[in-house]
């Protein structure tokens, strides 16, 4: 069965660093873009970051210069290195993967709390 596993969330004090990772297993194969999602409490589900296939890379506004997305494209795995962290980075984060035919994957998401 195809799926995504997610680790690296955490608690974590302001100013600290986290890094995610997002590894799929089974029939995931010929991925283009993969990237992650972030959820707070009572708001929509909003794009943190994506990569493409050719290392291309897309960031939110409130996560420029502070975050950095990367990929290892013979393990199907995608990372997000979270520095300089905000308590209003606080949300569970999702990772996708989006193959060059067919659905979107996603992770079953992982919590991350900044706070001191």
């Known amino acids: 069965q195809a799926q995504l596993v997610e680790s690296g969330g955490g608690l974590v004090q302001p100013g600290g660093s986290l890094r995610l990772s997002c590894a799929g297993s089974g029939s995931i194969f010929s991925i283009d873009a993969m990237g992650w999602y972030r959820q707070a409490p009572g708001k929509q589900r909003d794009m943190v970051a994506v990569?493409?296939?050719?290392?291309?890379?897309n960031y939110a506004d409130s996560v420029k210069g502070r975050f950095t997305i990367s990929r290892d494209n013979g393990k199907n795995t995608v990372y997000l290195q979270m520095n300089s962290l905000k308590p209003e980075d606080t949300a569970v984060y999702y990772c996708y993967a989006d193959p060059f035919s067919g659905r979107r994957y996603w992770g079953q998401g992982t919590q991350v709390t900044v706070s001191s």
């Open positions: 990569i493409t296939s050719g290392g291309r890379t």
